[in-house]
């Protein structure tokens, strides 16, 4: 009898659709996960509100384990899901460019009258607002140094960044680990190193660090 395969969810970002998880999606399951790609309405709603969209996805799942796999805002979306449902099947959590301390840029768009290019999106979590992570599953934050993205449209941001979000930003209390790529905000989603990154941390709960020199 073959052995039951483990999940992997998929949990896209702002602005776009699962779509843009596609090659992730492949990748994953090229490396013997059953994935499940959840796509939502990241301004519309609330990461609150689709928290409950996603429980309504998982509830419905048969498998030993179940990861997570979160670009950006996504990853605000888990961390409501866990405090909403914390009574989650076992498996890990990988955050990809993830703003656990709230966003530099979206304060600002808040701050000038321009929140309403997100919309409920900036509801419980990109102003820094999202809930405390205290999760049994463990969570693994993986951040963005190279620097190209609308984020230069923001002067101040903190440095290092992914061109959107400040490596500071991804650091999160209750955090397992947590490692810089060389990589933008977006490139994340087509970047086999970090889907690798991500794939080690679902079977051990650590990355893989380069051994100091």
Not at 106 to 113: K, L
Request: proline share 7%; net charge negative.
């Amino acid at each position: 009898m073959t052995a039951q395969r483990e999940t992997v969810v998929l949990v896209h970002g702002l602005y776009v659709h699962g779509l843009w998880m596609r090659l992730l999606e492949y990748w994953l399951e090229q490396a013997g996960y059953d994935t499940v790609n959840f796509s939502y309405p990241s301004i519309s709603r609330s990461p609150s509100e689709n928290a409950g969209e996603l429980q309504a996805v998982l509830k419905d799942l048969d498998a030993p384990a179940v990861h997570f796999l979160a670009h950006s805002m996504g990853g605000l979306v888990v961390r409501h899901l866990f405090r909403q449902y914390p009574n989650q099947r076992p498996g890990r959590i990988v955050t990809l460019g993830t703003p656990h301390q709230g966003s530099y840029a979206a304060r600002i768009m808040h701050g000038s009258g321009l929140g309403f290019f997100v919309g409920r999106g900036l509801e419980d979590g990109l102003l820094g607002d999202a809930p405390v992570w205290t999760g049994p599953n463990l969570l693994g934050s993986i951040a963005g140094t190279l620097n190209v993205g609308l984020g230069l449209l923001f002067p101040g941001m903190p440095a290092p960044a992914d061109g959107i979000i400040a490596v500071v930003e991804t650091q999160l209390s209750g955090m397992a680990d947590h490692i810089c790529l060389p990589v933008s905000h977006m490139q994340m989603l087509v970047d086999p190193t970090t889907v690798a990154q991500a794939c080690a941390f679902f079977a051990t709960g650590r990355f893989r660090h380069p051994p100091h020199a």
